[in-house]
């Protein structure tokens, strides 16, 4: 079934749907980037593809044409109506009417999806953390997705760009204007592969690492021993022991660097110092375990 802007407004009707702007619900209208969208994510017959917000089904039906088994997650009970009768014909579909951040996940092969853009954050994060995948092909707000692929020193680099690369790979796959959305978007879109990092640096305690960038980058714009310094009065620990981190990251940093410029190497140096300090002691454990 073609899923012109016509049939668009008509399922939309019938189905008493009314886009809501805060969710960033928008309906992919054209087929081509569908297609294309389809293509990378380099399906087969055996194939099991998780997709997250049906919406109206068209990139669902191009899915169901390749994979073979097709899941979706949609929260809308009047889209999952919706989303049924288009993929009447389909076989290899299950739709599970949830929250995708709360129902499980199941396990698949990839994970292909135009993403709910209210849900972005947390649901990348959820899918790096729970899923198991081989690769993820998804569609963002361009202008959160510029913040996924920032380079340290560059303007989006922020704290969700280190939360991000620290688990994933990201890399930009193509531009979707806003215009092949109905209703158009204020902004246009990215389409994304997202892998799991699997190599690079990567700190003795995962939970210390989240716990740092948190903490610093709530001052993105600081030198890291202005922000290390704030960061520790907030939490009730000795300013003096700031000195005694950059001490001991003598030779990777002095402590002049904007939070900006860090990449994950010189963090994943500041988490495991962190991790020995409290080791020993001199910091409390965030975790809430006796050192």
Not at 163 to 172: H, N, S
Not at 267 to 277: K, M, Q, Y
């Amino acid at each position: 079934m073609l899923l012109t802007e016509d049939r668009i407004r008509s399922l939309l009707r019938k189905y008493n749907v009314r886009p809501d702007k805060n969710l960033g619900q928008s309906f992919l209208v054209n087929p081509a980037v569908a297609r294309k969208i389809v293509d990378v994510a380099n399906l087969d017959s055996d194939t099991r593809v998780l997709e997250i917000g049906g919406g109206l089904g068209m990139l669902s039906e191009k899915l169901a044409e390749y994979a073979g088994r097709v899941y979706i997650i949609e929260i809308d009970k009047r889209l999952v109506l919706a989303l049924r009768e288009i993929l009447n014909d389909f076989s290899n579909v299950d739709i599970i009417q949830g929250d995708a951040l709360a129902v499980d996940i199941p396990e698949v092969d990839r994970v292909v999806s135009n993403l709910p853009y209210s849900i972005s954050s947390p649901i990348t994060f959820r899918l790096l953390e729970e899923g198991k995948f081989q690769f993820a092909i998804l569609m963002y707000q361009n202008e959160f997705a510029q913040r996924l692929i920032a380079e340290p020193g560059s303007f989006n680099y922020s704290r969700l760009s280190v939360d991000i690369q620290y688990l994933a790979r990201i890399q930009e796959i193509m531009n979707v204007p806003a215009t092949d959305f109905y209703p158009t978007p204020a902004v246009d879109s990215l389409v994304v592969r997202v892998d799991h990092r699997r190599d690079g640096s990567f700190a003795r305690n995962k939970c210390i690492f989240f716990w740092l960038v948190h903490g610093i980058y709530s001052y993105p714009n600081k030198v890291l021993r202005k922000a290390l310094r704030i960061w520790f009065k907030n939490l009730g620990q000795n300013g003096n022991l700031v000195d005694e981190v950059i001490e001991r990251a003598s030779g990777a940093l002095d402590g002049t660097e904007r939070l900006r410029g860090l990449n994950q190497e010189l963090i994943v140096i500041l988490a495991d110092i962190l991790l020995e300090l409290i080791e020993e002691g001199k910091i409390a454990d965030p975790r809430g375990k006796s050192s």
